[in-house]
């Protein structure tokens, strides 16, 4: 019994080692006045425009937060291939900023 409990504890180790290094691999990309120029305007939407940046790594899906400023936008209206992501914004000038954070694929999943 006590050589399960040990055998037990090494994968919970093991899975916490695991799910710290994946915490520490999150990404936050920033677009402001400096770097406004990787931001591209690619269309329009109801409630404002679409915008397009590519991203230094290619996301995992699922895990993408875009905010203008502090407003999250709505993440069932972004779409990615690859690095590329589009998401709707209410402008596509610099004043609030983006701020976009996701976690990478693994270097073996990306294309």
């Known amino acids: 019994m006590k050589a399960k409990v040990g055998e037990l504890q090494q994968k919970v180790n ?4 695991q799910m710290e290094v994946f915490f520490k691999s999150k990404r936050i990309e920033v677009f402001n006045r400096k770097n406004w120029d ?36 709505p993440e069932q209206e972004y779409h990615f291939e690859g690095r ?12 609030a900023g983006l701020t976009i954070k996701y976690y990478p694929r693994a270097p073996t999943h990306q294309q």
Request: aromatic content about 4%; glycine content about 8%.
């Open 14 to 17: 093991t899975l916490s080692d």
């Open 38 to 73: 990787l931001v591209r305007r690619v269309g329009k939407s109801e409630q404002g425009v679409i915008l397009e940046v590519t991203l230094e790594q290619e996301p995992i899906p699922g895990s993408i937060e875009v905010y203008e400023g502090v407003l999250l936008m």
């Open 84 to 95: 590329k992501l589009q998401f709707p914004a209410n402008t596509d000038t610099p004043e």
